[in-house]
Each structure stands twice: as C-alpha cells, then as structure tokens.
C-alpha cells in the first residue's frame, strides 16, 4: 500500500482512520472545502501538538497551511486517502446545516399554520435547503428522502442500505414552502393538495447528475413527499458484480444466448430487480441487437437503446407502447412490469414469436411466478411456451467491515441455518458488526442480492400444465434445489457477509428440510 510505504519511508507513524478516532471539535478546525482540497483532516490534541491525518505527507505547502489555519504546531499521521473521503463525508454532515436552513425558512414564514399554506417566502433559502439535503443524501448513500409533516414538526428521513434513519426534524410551517419548491421542480401542480402526484427532475449535486422521482401524498397534517435517487453517473453494475451464484449465473447468461423467450425478475419493491435487468441488457446491447425498453419511469439512460417512457395519462400504457415497440423489429424487450393481463399476454406472444423479452414481476418467490401469470389470466401454453426463466431476488444488509467481530449464533439462529443449509451448523462462528461511526451506528454497511431462479424444464412445464397446484409446486422446489433465496442467504451468513438476523427479517419462515 503506498500510503503505508510513504509513512515507513518518512517515519511517521499510518493510521487507519475511522470517524471514531477523531474529535469532532478538532475536525471543526478545518471547513469540509479545506479538508478536501487540503487532503487533511485534524483528529485531535497530541499534547501541545494538533494531530492531523493527511493522505499526502510529502505536500509540506498543504502542511504549512493546515497549521496556519488551526493556528497550532502538527503532529502528522498518513491515512489512504479513500478512506479519509469516506471519514470526511461522514464528520461533514449536513444536518446542522439542514436545521440552521430550516429555521431561516421559518422566520420568513407566518407563523399561522392556516396561512402557511399560501405564504411566499425567499426562494434562495429554501433551494438551500434542498441542495444541501440533496448533497447529504449522496454523502450517507440514501436511496430515498422522506419528508414528513407531523402534528407540530416536520420530519425529514433517508432511507440507507433499505431501512430508514432520521436525518432532521424542522417546525412543521416551513413543509408546504419545501414542498412547493419540488412540485415546481418536477413540474407538478402546486395548487392542488387533495390528490397524489407523481414526477421527476434532474438535479446536479456535487458535481453529478441525479434523477429524482418525486411521489406526493396527501395525509393529516400536510402534503408527504418522497423523492426517489438515481445517480446518472454512478455507472450501471455488470452482472458479474452483482454477487449472483455461479449457477444462477450460468443459466442466466446461457438464456442470454437464446433468441427469444422470456427472463421474469421477481420480489418486492426496492428489491433490485431494475438493477438487473439493466445489468442483463448492457451484455446484450451490441450493435447488432435492436433493444426496445417499455418503463414506468425510465430509470438509467443507456446508449445505443430505444428507451420508451409510459404516460398513462394521454393512453400511452405498456401495452399500447408494446404492440407498437414490437413493429419496431426488436431484437431485445424490456418491458418495466407486467401491471395487467394486456401487457402479459402481449409480452408473451412476443417472446413466443422469436423476441427475447425481459419483465418484472410482484411476487414471493420464484416458484409461485408461473401461477401469478395464470391467476392473471395467461394461458397455459402461453406460460409454459414463453416463459424460461424466473429470478427471485432480495437485498440483505451487509456487515460493516470497520467494526465486524465474531460472535456466537442464539438458538433460534441456529434453527434458522439447520432449516436453510439442510445440516448441523451448532459450530459455526458467525459476524456481527458492533456499530461506528463509518456504518452509523448500525453495525451493517452496504447491501447485497440474494437470488433464486426457476429454469421451466419439461418437468415443470408438464406440472405446470397439470393443472394440480401441490404437484406443481414440488416440481418447481426440486427443480429450484439449493438455488433459493434461503440458501443463498444462509451462505452468506455462514461466511461473514451478513448476519443470522438480517436473514431471517428478510427471508421470513423456512422449515426444515
């Protein structure tokens, strides 16, 4: 590691900095624009001395400056400098800046909760605001922000790695000011508050681009808004990074050699599934394939793809833009979510008709898919024609590896993993993260897939076809085999990926084999 080589060559003494090893008053002597363009950080008191971290120790100007500005000698320790960012993003969060904000929007709002509603305040403000809770939302990688009017405040969350955190809570008059801002924004209409409202906007934040999607709800004490991230220039993951299991894998990239068919990626929302099936079309977008996207909202730009956005409210559904994409002479389909039986069995007929078609689908798992097609109202040889594949997926929250430490599974644990892994596992050391300040506290840091798949083999089908539900389901759970999400979930456990319990909250009951 150069960061070590550089502290040996200087002696001085690597440090592998977390945000527990820093004082927040001595982190307070530097702005976050001085830290980072410095690439410094001061961590605390060594005696008469002020220690600071630097990711170089050879920049002796950026060292001249750092005691200038905390007015003190320095003790200098060297950090990588990934993990200084990862420290400083986390020391730098904006939800001082988001309450100080808040309570300037206040004093330029009337404080007559029944006047609020119409009140005009300074814009400059409130777009503070949002930039700033835009910018911290990136920083703790939220996927959502919730804002919340309750009775007396209002409540402003982000959903991290799947579970929601509170980030801030303001007086509750400064909401319907926030709120119009980012109907405006998506273009929404600021006078109506009855009804829910949906949309999105591009917003640059922190030098990058983000596509939010905005949903609007009314409830008791004002308007709910969730704003929904996208980065547009983090890049979309390759399946290879995806963490699949090699045969799941395989089966999938060997349906990706198929001409057509059909590929159903299945499980709740926020499960992923988009993510896939973006991650199946980057292989296949070459330039002799013709691919055709049919979504409800467009999520990634990708180039070179015809990308085609429904809007329900001039009839542009996923089954009229369907029938239409398919006079297109595709190659490829993606169809965002099969909603209705139109956009089903049109789907369908496509992929029995020489076009690879990818969809989506809500349901709990893999082997229950096919039945949902049929209670739907698809026809049996349709589904038993068309449909190949069916992927199963959920996202587990991963052990924070600052502060992962082994611990000793309870008794219901160890039941759980007997019932998943098919076998004995009262030895196994599994891991557990304490919590720190680079996981907040939670102990989990991250997420990853877990996956089942489904390949409609003649056994299946023929089931299928019988028309006797028990009889279907056992051939689909011996054609599935160790391929489960429960399986896949206990293997990560047993590995030190996630924990005993995260499984179980996410996999729900499995009995024993």
Known sequence: MIARALAQQLKVPYVEITPDLVAPRAARLLSESQARRLRALPIGEAGPLMRVAMADPTDFQAQDEVQRIVGREIDLVVVTEARLNVVIDRLYSASEELTGLAREI???????????????????????????????????????????????????????????????????????????????????????????????????????????????????????????????????????????????????????????????????????KTTTLYGVLSELNTVEAKVLTVEDPVEYRLPGINQVQVNEKINLSFATVLRSALRQDPDIVLVGEMRDRDTMETGLRAAMTGHMVLSTLHTNDAASTPLRLLDMGAQ???????????????????????????????????????????????????????????????????????????????????????GDAVAYHAAARREIGDLSLARHAGELVLAGRTTAREAMRTIGRVHEH
């Open 106 to 272: 206040e004093m330029e709002t009337a404080p007559d909760p029944l006047a609020a509603a119409d009140v005009q305040v300074d814009e400059a403000p409130v777009a503070k605001f949002l930039q700033t809770m835009f910018d911290d939302a990136l920083r703790s990688r939220a996927s959502d922000i919730h804002l919340e009017p309750q009775e007396r405040k209002l409540q402003v969350r982000f959903r991290v790695d799947g579970a929601l955190q509170m980030q801030t809570e303001a007086e509750k008059r400064i909401a319907p000011a926030i709120v119009q801002r980012v109907k405006l924004m998506a273009g929404l209409d600021i006078a109506e508050r009855r009804l829910p409202q949906d949309g999105r906007f591009v917003a640059k934040v922190r030098n990058q681009a983000i596509d939010v999607r905005i949903s609007t709800m009314p409830t008791q004490y004002g308007e709910s808004v969730v704003l929904r991230i996208l980065s547009q220039s983090g890049g979309l993951l390759q399946l290879d990074r995806l963490h699949m299991p090699a045969p799941v894998l395989a089966k999938v990239r060997e349906f990706m050699r198929a001409s057509h068919g059909m590929l159903l990626v299945t499980g709740p929302t926020g499960s992923g």
């Open 380 to 466: 049996r040889f349709l589904v038993a024609s068309s449909l190949r594949l069916v992927l199963a997926q959920r996202l587990l929250r991963t052990v924070c590896p600052e502060c992962a430490q082994p611990c000793q599974a309870s008794p219901q644990e160890h039941a759980f993993l007997r019932a998943v892994m098919g076998r004995d596992t009262a030895g196994a050391l599994l891991t557990q993260g304490a919590g720190c300040g680079t996981c907040n506290r939670t102990g989990y840091l991250g997420r990853q897939g877990i996956y089942e798949l489904l390949d409609m083999s003649p056994d299946v089908i023929n089931a299928l076809n019988g």
